[in-house]
């Protein structure tokens, strides 16, 4: 979570006539762990879940049997997220709570825990970078580096004026064989170079949506060089099988 | 590492405030019965111990006499497991394991003293350390801190982070006026937050943010509002949790500590009064299982500084609208003139014991004024100077029979116009202890409110009362199927106008239901005290007769009354006032006589079980003051009714003669259920012909933090008051214009 301490900073190079102490970089937070009164979220602004978003989490809480029912409190939440421009404000968190029959602190305390719920307002395209190690050695400083610059010099972390790009860094995401990545909203998109990231947030910017999946042409995760093995046709359904099967 | 906190809370918050919507099926999830579990043994040390099965291995070690250093361990807590300091050795275990979170298994080898394990404390503790400020200088928690401690003891004597960045910062809450919080000190080792949310029922306190920003607090900016919150300053290991009126006040080492009892409530919590000179600095719990575990009210601990307030240090005699300072001759014998003066006769002589009033005076009182030929005596209350409808003959008609760590036994309460977080804080976690771990089942009658666990709520008057009895309602049924049902009725409805009719109803359900409710095992008919004197008032029959009750009194004795209806007391009647604090019976008075607080006398308390405990004196009593009992006792020698005893061995006698459980010291001696019977059978005789009004039950403690005249005094309960309950008129500065006849 340390967004800062990440950021691509060219270090000094010294000779070390002898070691160190220390020399791990200050780790600050990147967000404030208690709750702030602010105009835009203060929980008098009143939140109710959409009728269809509260048939939804109906069905939710009936996955659970009715005296675990705070266990639902990670999808209400994130039900909640989405209904709430892609952020959980503290009357989400309240709304969820009085939902699940919680005291709120237990909302408060999941909604802090998991860095996935943006406790801030968030701007309309939600861009996650990936730079987690193997997305790191697959370039991703650079596509942190062409977002940020793309989106106007902003910083990770920030919105950019018009409030369309809010840019974060993300860990790993599980894309790693299409390293490096973005999340856009709730699409990847793989296998980026400076270009490909460029346009695609140009093609946001233009309120288009390019397609998600991996930018370099190939075919999901395969071998980019071409297959080497499995090249010939899979077999379909009903081969091989007894007539009465077929 | 909040997973067993959270486990602990049973999940229907919304019972709490006493619906009934939730399907009383749907919270019994975490319900498990006590089982009896089997011994096993295994070595520590090479020591062989046999400890419960299911027993932690921390606590196997301690049985063998091996001392685990530990931070997030607690004995009456959720286990968390989540400071690793507890680090032990166990055989076939390739690393070292928490002993607090490993269950003790039968015939593992373990060992608390090798190597490994001292490696491995050294390293958890450096670990601690590492955002740890270092500012125990101008920490509270200094010289009691266990982070000190261990770290002298298990740590490393260097370190070896000299971050140039600095540790890491958190930001301090705002807990109220009680608790002061340091939150760079706080090695998470969520005590606090386990003691909130099990054990006081306030389930705000939390943990926020992950990994490196995890933090303390409530997220939003809110106060801890819970009468219990002063225990987390003892809970805490660290600084990070001090008290706040007692900051920058002392070194625990400048400390005297005398173990004492607490008066602020009919609980007898056990304390120790922590003193340096004549000044009180500090209140803090002693361990006591059977009567406050390790906790008390946060009115226990932080009233004493109305000790220093108000107080009354020299006799004073009132002239015109004027009190004026007096030495004892003048003033014993203004009393003396008065009370030939009035002419008072017999029952005109009236005495009336408050709140606060030790055992020893009460004796010596009511010897006094039956000398002086008087059976009027009366309590501190509504309605106290007729005799109390539950009698006094039989001690199981006003006591808290089950004994109060009788109540985890229960598995249906029935609250009947009380409210026991107000009224007996600490016995009321105990409720919410057995209502979170077992079955149990509470209905509650009275005026609604927020007893920190959920309750069938079955109405407010009487009529809810008539129809539990006539087995009415789901939850008459539920008590109806209860082994060892519990009712609880508070000190309350013997003041109330329908009290006699409450307790015909309950007693005869009580003779009905005798099978369950009155065994040689189980007395399930209680009777919760508030006040600190009461159930010894009752015990040596501190009440006035039927005949004595009607006279109008000329003569008045207030024995620490301070609940006194200023209109109840006839212009010409003469007033003594005895007490410690210039509160409302002072204002009374014509003379007043400055006697001692508890924390200044050793003195015979019993709580509202009957347990008789004594106090001892941490302080001398300020100026003039006396002790009580001697100044009544000198108080004979001038209105010649000498009193026999001379000394507190003869006066104990006394006690024993009246009553020998005034005098057996920290037991509860049990009604047999026969005397019981008879008791009840009485009490239903006497109510039969009662009627009532059909009134609400109205809660007798409005406002928890001011109950006595020393927590009215106090700035700190004034505080709290203010914090916590919104109410305007607190402040010591504008009570009644005290000052004004102090002047
Ligand atoms: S404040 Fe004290 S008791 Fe609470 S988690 Fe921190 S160290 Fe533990
Ligand atoms: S490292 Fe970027 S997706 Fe796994
Ligand atoms: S005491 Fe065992 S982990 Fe904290």
């Known amino acids: ?246 | 590492m909040l997973r067993l906190v959270s486990t602990a809370s049973r999940p229907s918050s919304a019972g709490r405030l006493g619906k009934t919507a939730v399907p009383p099926k749907g919270r019994r999830a975490f319900a498990s019965t006590s089982a009896k579990h089997a011994d096993i043994s295994l070595t520590v040390d090479g020591k062989e111990v046999t400890v419960p099965q299911g027993s932690a291995l921390i606590q196997a070690c301690e049985a063998a006499g091996a001392t685990i250093p530990r931070f997030c361990y607690h004995d009456r807590l959720a286990i968390a497991g989540n400071c690793r300091m507890c680090l032990v050795e166990v055989e076939r275990s390739p690393k070292p394991v928490a002993s607090c979170a490993m269950p003790a298994m039968p015939g593992s080898k373990v060992w608390t003293n090798t190597p490994l394990v001292h490696e491995a404390r050294e390293g958890v503790m450096e670990f601690l350390l590492a955002n740890h400020p270092l500012d125990c200088p101008i920490c509270d928690q200094g010289g009691e801190c266990d982070l000190q401690d261990q770290s002298m003891r298990y740590g490393s004597d260097r370190s070896r982070f000299h971050e140039i960045t600095g540790k890491r910062a958190v930001e301090d809450k705002n807990l109220g006026p009680l608790v002061k919080t340091s939150m760079n000190r706080c090695i998470q080792c969520t005590r606090c937050v386990r003691f909130a949310n099990e054990v006081a029922g306030v389930e705000d306190l939390g943990t926020t943010g992950r990994g490196n920003d995890m933090q303390i607090g409530m997220y939003v900016e809110k106060t801890m509002n819970s009468e219990l919150s002063g225990n987390v300053v003892d809970l805490c290991p660290v600084g990070a949790l001090t008290s706040k009126p007692y900051a920058f006040h002392a070194r625990p080492w400048e400390l005297k500590n005398t173990e004492s009892i607490d008066v602020t409530d009919a609980v007898g919590s056990n304390i120790r009064v922590d003193s340096r000179g004549v000044r009180v600095m500090r209140v803090q719990p002693r361990t006591n299982d059977d009567v406050n575990e390790e906790w008390i009210s946060d009115k226990a601990r932080y009233a004493y500084d109305g000790l220093t307030f108000q107080r009354l240090t020299a006799p004073l005699i009132k002239q015109g609208d004027r009190f004026v300072a007096a030495t004892w001759e003048e003033a014993l014998s203004a009393i003396a003139d008065g009370l030939a003066k009035t002419g008072a006769q017999g029952d005109e002589i009236q005495a009336i014991a408050g709140h606060l009033a030790d055992t020893e005076s009460l004796v010596a009182l009511k010897d006094l004024i039956n000398c002086l030929g008087s059976d009027n005596l009366a309590t501190d209350q509504l309605g106290g100077t007729a005799p109390p409808v539950h009698g006094v003959d039989v001690r199981s008609n006003y006591l808290f029979n089950p004994t109060i760590p009788g109540i985890e036994q229960a598995d249906a309460i029935l609250l009947v116009g009380t409210n026991p977080r107000h009224e007996a804080a600490v016995l009321n976690s105990r409720i919410r202890k057995s209502w979170l771990h077992t079955t149990l089942e509470v209905g509650f009658i009275g005026e609604r409110v927020d007893t920190a666990y959920g309750y069938d709520y079955l109405g407010q008057d009487i009529k809810a009362v008539q129809e539990f009895v006539a087995g009415k309602g789901e939850f008459a049924a539920k008590f109806k199927a209860a082994k060892k049902p519990l009712i609880i009725i508070g000190s309350a409805i013997s003041e109330h106008p329908d009290g006699a009719s409450v307790y015909n109803q309950l007693a005869s359900y009580v003779q009905t239901h005798k099978n369950k409710l009155l065994t040689p095992e189980w007395n399930g008919f209680s009777v919760l005290q508030r006040a600190a004197s009461r159930s010894a008032a009752y015990d040596i029959g501190f009440v006035s007769s039927a005949k004595a009750a009607k006279t109008t009194p000329k003569f008045i004795y207030l024995l620490n009354a301070d609940e006194v209806d200023p209109k109840s007391i006839s212009k010409d009647a003469f007033v003594v006032y005895q007490g410690h604090h210039g509160d409302l019976g002072a204002q009374l008075a014509d003379v007043c006589l400055p006697g001692a607080a508890y924390t200044e006398k050793s003195t015979t308390w019993v709580n509202t079980e009957g347990r008789a405990q004594l106090g001892s004196a941490a302080v001398p009593p300020p100026g003039a003051s006396r002790d009580d009992w001697k100044i009544i006792r000198a108080l004979s020698e001038v209105l010649n009714v000498q009193l026999p005893y001379e000394d507190v061995l003869a006066l104990r006698d006394r006690m024993w003669e009246i009553s020998p459980t005034l005098v057996r010291y920290d037991a509860v001696e049990s009604t047999s259920p026969d005397v019981a019977l008879a008791g009840l059978k009485v009490l239903v005789e006497s109510t039969k012909k009662a009627a009532f009004k059909g009134l609400p039950f109205e809660k007798p403690i409005k406002n928890f933090y001011m109950t006595d005249p020393i927590s009215r005094a106090s700035v700190t309960m004034a505080q709290c008051t203010r914090a916590f309950t919104g109410d305007q008129e607190s402040g010591i500065s504008d009570e009644k214009g005290l000052q004004a006849a102090f002047a």
């Open chain 1, 1 to 246: 979570m340390s967004a800062i301490a990440r950021l691509p900073k060219t270090l000094p190079s010294r000779t070390y006539l002898s070691r160190t102490f220390s020399s791990s970089l200050p780790r600050k937070s990147d967000a404030l762990f208690v709750h702030r009164d602010t105009s835009y979220n203060n929980p008098k602004i009143p939140f109710e879940f959409s009728e269809e978003n509260l048939k939804r989490a109906t069905e939710i809480i009936s996955h659970y049997p009715p005296q675990y029912k705070k266990a639902a409190v990670i999808p209400l939440l994130d039900l909640g997220q989405r209904q709430n421009k892609g952020w959980t404000s503290i009357s989400v968190m309240n709304r969820v709570a009085k939902l699940l029959e919680m005291p709120p602190m237990r909302v408060y305390e999941v909604a802090t825990f998991y860095t996935m719920f943006n406790r801030e307002p968030i701007g309309e395209h939600f861009v996650q970078v990936c730079t987690t190690t193997p997305c790191m050695l697959r370039g991703s400083t650079d596509i942190l580096h062409t977002v940020c610059q793309h989106l106007g010099g902003i910083k990770p972390g920030e919105t950019t004026k018009d409030r369309k790009f809010t840019v974060v860094e993300v860990e790993c995401q599980g894309a790693c064989s299409n390293a490096p990545m973005i999340v856009v909203g709730d699409d990847f998109y793989e296998d980026l170079t400076r270009e490909t990231t460029a346009k695609i947030l140009d093609a946001f910017a233009k309120g288009e949506k390019p397609k998600p999946g991996p930018q370099s042409g190939r075919h999901t995760s395969e071998n980019s060089a071409g297959l080497t093995a499995l090249t010939s046709k899979p077999y379909g359904p009903g081969q091989f099988c007894s007539p009465e099967f077929q």
